[in-house]
């Protein structure tokens, strides 16, 4: 792998529209990802095995994922699994990859899925070790790494730690995680820094929100700290869908346009990252798009008045 | 002065409002500018003493400096002067800072003032010259410093060469400009370390847009390298007014933000700096501001709503 090579894991098809209103019939999702993958994204986390009576809108995800294994078959498919059960379902749906959320912090646990952070570290450990038994590879989250919305800035230190429990339970790659969109370039270059010795480069990503707005400057720090593994969500789907464009995910095409501008590769094309945003528009009924894609646009209009 | 702290020169009265189908009143030009320095805000473009058939959006250049040097005695205040005649409009009218506008590239200067570089690079220089024997200070931007909409990509060289003669005419602070939006933080970084040995780092200013969304990202980018004076717009204004958000400076409450994330100092005050940017919403009537802008107002409501 060259280390111009970015490799993206688009996650709209599950951080993204699990935050929508709007349903989605797991047909329209599956020809998401077709798309995605049809215009050269590498990696989509395609579904999540969540209990279905918690996040409604992913009660799909068997049959989204038996389609995607049938329409892009090539394509590097994961799914989240909270815990053992949701990790049978994904097993039992011909999952090949999964992956696990910690949070950081003490509280979010609590909050989020009633559980203790040893708890709920121990669950994460024991679903890995399954998943890694069971052939599949795997991915851990951790989430709040940077700021909890409870607990304020989150020490270094206590990724670290997290991390190394992961890594311990034969996780191939640690996905540091921005859940709320609250670090700066700074804050990553500093814990990417303080990770650098624990958690291999090649196995390290990163998941940036770009509540402020901050998500293409944070991902350029992590690019800068040598980090090659990036998730983002087409159309910067995700958050809040009152807000739109407010707190998604880090857009795709901006980290294509990025990219690009700066030398680097993603295997993605942009006309076809577009086809996949306007079907997901079409079925969200918003205009979606980072602010690279508002720049596209204005420039088609532009050339339309010319 | 402290390596922590970030002077921002606030352009919205300048580059953003010369953007705008509104025409401000010259009096609300004013209020928006004591508004600014009532936020702490250390330096504002005030205005441009351009040709009124030109940009009649400065028209008014003469009774806005007036008006400002009165409500806002201590504001570092500095206005745009195309040439000597500008020039000598601007002295008439108080000015003790004046900056001028070389873009870097034949055709830039072509499509835009009707001049050869060679031609506008001397009208540059005599301006600087005149107004330095006028005792003001001065800064000069170099503008499509980094991509170019007719000549593309600007060789590093050329920027290089044009920031010496703005130098030896006498000029303090060198804006690099990155006048459409285009540049992406790896050329920040590059066009920097390139010039760091003809442009001290004390005298370097940069000015970003936020066309595609990388404002931020280009900040921090510059920031890393050791700039610390960089002009931003209270509200991201400026650019198409048809595509808010779009293409304006990148924003002053998002480099507030950014900074104060990264424990650097602007000594902005986030709601003085509200204030100002609700005043000038009022004058063009439509929602402003950077991503920190929208998140800050999406907290709002999710509080009211609580």
């Not at 970015?6 to 349903?23: E, F, H, K, Y």
């Not at 983002?232 to 990025?258: H, K, M, Q, R």
Request: charged fraction near 20%; glycine fraction near 8%.
């Amino acid at each position: 792998m060259s280390t111009d090579t970015l490799i993206i894991t688009d996650v709209s098809p599950r951080d993204g529209l699990q935050n929508q209103s709007v349903l989605l019939p797991a047909a329209a999702k599956v020809e998401l990802v077709r798309l995605l993958a049809a215009a050269g994204v590498p990696s989509v986390e395609v579904t999540s095995f969540v209990s279905p009576a918690a996040v409604p809108q992913m009660a799909d995800a068997a049959e989204v994922l038996a389609g995607v294994l049938k329409m892009a078959p090539l394509l590097r498919a994961s799914v989240l699994v909270p815990n053992l059960k949701g990790l049978t379902r994904a097993i039992a749906a011909g999952a090949s990859e999964a992956a696990v959320v910690l949070s950081a912090t003490e509280t979010m646990n609590q909050r989020n899925i009633n559980m203790s952070l040893e708890v709920a570290t121990a669950v994460c450990e024991e679903t890995v070790q399954a998943a890694r038994q069971a052939g599949l590879a795997t991915r851990a989250y951790i989430a709040v790494a940077f700021e909890c919305p409870f607990e304020g800035l989150v020490e270094s230190s206590v990724v670290l730690a997290l991390c190394e429990r992961m890594l311990a339970a034969g996780v191939q790659e640690i996905v540091i995680a921005d859940t709320i969109g609250a670090a700066v370039p700074r804050q990553v270059t500093r814990l990417l820094h303080d990770l650098a010795g624990t958690v291999p480069l090649g196995q390290t990503a990163v998941h940036f929100h770009d509540t402020r707005g901050f998500g293409v400057a944070n991902a350029w720090a992590a690019i800068e700290a040598g980090v090659r593994r990036l998730d983002a969500s087409a159309g910067g789907i995700g958050g809040c869908p009152f807000a739109p464009g407010a707190a998604g995910n880090v857009a795709t095409e901006d980290l294509v346009l990025l990219a690009r501008k700066s030398g680097l590769h993603t295997g993605i094309d942009m006309d076809g990252l577009r086809v996949a945003l306007e079907y997901a528009e079409s079925w969200l009924g918003r205009p979606l798009g980072g602010r690279t894609m508002a720049w596209h646009r204005r420039k088609q209009r532009e050339a339309a008045e010319a």
